[in-house]
């Protein structure tokens, strides 16, 4: 008997997609043993009594996986690895997730993804770095968006991750090391603040930047934060496009934009879907 693992993020569509493939499972899968993982970090926004809300939503319990060597801990793989991010991907990911799932896994799972239909491109992406890894992604296949996984959620009386509720994409580490953008760091300086003097201090210890912005945009707009890294003795870091790293510590307050997420209004009385869009034909 193999196995369906629903890896669930405590994210919205991590969670649908549980939710769907346990629904599907009985004709899809029906001799595998359901598993919903979930990896523990210890830098996310932990909700107290989160996760039994969630278990009773998907009427299964949830395995709980993390990782020993750092701690389950972002801030442990900066220090010890000396790395934050780079082109490919956050350091963090690869040894807080990747290589937990890498070492649990087992030959033959089905793993579930909550890829939405707006990232098929994902999907393939995975496949193509590992190409043995059996996908299911229910909510591509039932043609489900971010703010279908919302709807759902509301719907059935779960309230949203308050990550979501303060604005922010996804509900990822608080300072997440994959993110680039002026207005997400700005974000982060006014809702965590120590956070944002964390990463600017990790940073400079290790000498690197990881928010971009337009270099003629900062000459033009920003020249104080030039000169400031010029007296600094800062050597500017520009890419192909134009777009310089700027370390935190020189990040200017009004930076960037950030568009808080939309979340909607309950979808069963704002937007109601026909239930058939919901389901997959037999």
Known sequence: MGRLVCWYSHGAASLIA???????????????????????????????????????????????????????????????????????????????????????????????FGMTAEEEHRVNNLID?????????????????KKDCFNIMLDAGLDLPKMY?????????????????????NKIRADFPDVFERRSKQEELLNVAICKMSEKKIIREYPQVIKEMESDGYQRKVDSRGAMRIPLRYLPPDAGSHKDLDIGDCGFFCEIKDENQYKLNF
């Not at 807080?96 to 579930?112: E, S, T």
């Not at 770095?129 to 968006?145: C, G, Q, R, V």
Request: with cysteine; aromatic share 10%; glycine share 8%.
């Open 18 to 112: 549980a939710k769907k493939a346990l629904e599907l499972q009985p004709k899809l899968y029906p001799n595998y043993e359901i598993i919903v993982a979930c990896i523990y970090i210890e830098n996310e926004l932990h909700e107290p009594g989160r996760d039994s809300e969630v278990e009773k939503f998907l009427g299964h319990k949830i395995t709980y996986l993390r990782d020993e060597k750092y701690g389950a801990n972002v801030d442990e793989v900066i220090k010890k690895t000396k790395y934050m991010s780079g082109v490919a991907g956050a350091r963090c990911t690869k040894e807080l997730k990747k290589a937990v799932r890498l070492n649990w896994q087992m030959d033959g799972d089905v793993h579930v």
């Open 129 to 145: 770095t590992e190409p043995d890894l059996e996908i299911f992604a229910p909510l591509i296949d039932l043609n489900l968006s």
């Open 165 to 185: 509720k303060l604005g922010y994409h996804n509900n990822n580490c608080i300072g997440c090391l994959k993110a680039g953008g002026a207005g997400y760091w």
